[in-house]
């Protein structure tokens, strides 16, 4: 009798163990499963995520108080940190040029017909864009942003008042060496941006910017084209 209650003991503990292991085992396995679905729709999810974007813009750029008149051309590079808060980064070229005849300040009959000024400048700008209006496929910002500016100036001749007591009638073509200058300054940039969703990944864009530095100041009006992609 003692043989048999052992033995009933002995097979109690090891059905018991059976169930265990087989309960632990499917625990396991679900356990597994379900790490592996987060895991899919978490890949799913951040794979779904255009967190990149690259732009290319161009248009019209004024310097100085906007009598210089001329284009540029800027790359850029954002990332997406939040869905209205993004890392922006762009590099800019501009160049413009002024032609100033003696007929724009009225002498006609002055013989010396032209001056001229270029200035241009290449600008690294670091900063954010903040989404104040999206809708569908319709989306307003605002960007500000910190960089370092290369910039150069070069002019020849020039229309300055005769300093004589009694002048000749009108301007009087004083001429000037020629001179070229090159600097290196920093500044800052704000502008306004809407933007056009043509496609999940193609967008059309325009944007007014204004940009302040040491010597100078800058304004553009730009057409863009975005293309934006998946995380790396």
């Known amino acids: 009798m003692i043989i048999s209650w052992t033995s009933l003991f002995l097979y109690r503990q090891i059905l018991h163990l059976t169930k265990s292991l087989i309960n632990n085992h499917i625990f396991m396995k679900t356990t597994i499963v379900l790490l592996l679905l987060i895991f899919i729709s ?8 255009l967190k990149n974007t690259i732009g290319l813009s161009g248009g ?4 100085g108080t906007g009598d210089i008149k001329g284009y540029n051309f800027t790359p850029k590079y ?15 070229f501009a160049n413009a040029q002024r032609h100033t005849s003696a007929e724009d300040f009225g002498v006609a009959n002055n013989p010396y017909t032209i001056s001229f000024l270029q200035s241009s400048s ?14 569908q496929s319709h989306f307003w910002g605002i960007n500000a942003s910190a960089g370092a500016v290369r910039s150069t100036q070069f002019r020849y ?9 009694n002048p000749p009638v009108g301007l009087e073509y004083i001429p000037d060496p020629p001179y070229f200058q ?7 940039s704000g502008g306004l941006e809407y933007r056009y969703s043509v496609s999940k990944h193609l967008k059309l864009g325009l944007e007014a910017a204004y940009q302040q530095y040491i010597r100078d100041t800058e304004a553009r009006i730009n057409f863009v084209v975005y293309y934006s992609f998946y995380r790396f």
């Open 60 to 63: 019209f750029t004024l310097f």
């Open 157 to 165: 001749g020039g229309f300055r008042l005769n300093p004589m007591k």
């Open 42 to 49: 978490l890949s799913s999810f951040s794979q779904s995520e």
């Open 78 to 92: 954002e990332r997406q940190l939040t869905k209205l808060i993004a890392f922006q980064s762009q590099l800019s």
């Open 182 to 188: 090159r600097s290196l300054s920093l500044g800052f």
């Open 122 to 135: 290449q600008k690294l700008n670091i900063g954010f864009l903040v989404g104040i209006f999206k809708r």
